[in-house]
């Protein structure tokens, strides 16, 4: 595996006011509308709030678990130390028309120009994180930053929300105000009532008032741990911003509200499923599929990961299953 070396990042465009950026032999410019992306075999369009809102993901995630599809088309693979950027590797036209490239790249390096990418692209006023209706457009020529939010960090809890020491509850104090589509959420917290010397080995918080007041969307941060197993409740709202390629099994549980989920063959993007999920519902994402939600309503979703580095191997070697459960 060679890794790719070559990062270059071109003067502000003097009409769109936009840089370019040429990262292995892949190339990324924006204008008013769209990001394109050039590669030798190749080139794809997206729509700039679209492109976005998932380089924003695959950013803040650091390349996340397994695939990051942005589209159909162009993602990321996390190798966990590099990661492989593709173009067409998992669209089997692109493939069986022999359109694709996949280059290998080092994974901070990547991440830094990709930084640059998402601070250099977004406008004045633009949340990519945000739902469509709490955010300004992302068109448009070069028209300020929005550095705040492109460089929000994911909550990572060590233990637990609410526990000393650690991530901390939200609350208006801090900036989290109740969400419009949560105000009936209730906001009071349980009474933890320790027996004496057991003050700081006992802990809880309410998820459903923390939550109603996350001010992002399709972002699971980390809120408890146990060894390699983590909670990652998030709010969703609109679309989640990729297709997320599974190198695991993951869980999801329906807090509140609904989504829908659209699940397809992770090599060839075959449309595979269909999932409803309301809220009680659980279900277990295989590892051979992508998935992508639909939110109609900001929904409540907790997405259950084991963080274990050694799965993909396994499963590559055939000694993890790919799916949780045989009926
Ligand atoms: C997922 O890929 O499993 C995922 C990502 C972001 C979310 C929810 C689920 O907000
Ligand atoms: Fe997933």
New binding site residues.
Partial sequence: MTTQEHYHVSDRDNYFGYKSFEVGSFGFTRDEYFAHITWPKGSHIMSIDAFLRALMRDVAWGFFYGTVNFDAVFGTTNRYGTVEMFAGTYNEAYKNAGCETLETFHSEELLKIFKEMVTDWTNEGYDPFAAPAETAMAWGKKNGSNDDAVSRARVTAKRMVGVAGDAARRSDESGFPVNRMFADVPQDEPVVEAEPGFENEVAAFNLYAYLSRSDVTWNPSVCSVVHESLFCPTSEEFILPVE?G?DRV?WFVQLSDAIIWDVKDKETGRARARVTMRAGDVAA?PADIR?QGFAPKRAMLL?WENASLKIPELIQKGEAPIVPVKF
Avoid: D
Wanted: glycine residues 0%; hydrophobic residues 35%.
């Fill in positions: 997320h599974n993951e994402m998935h997405v």
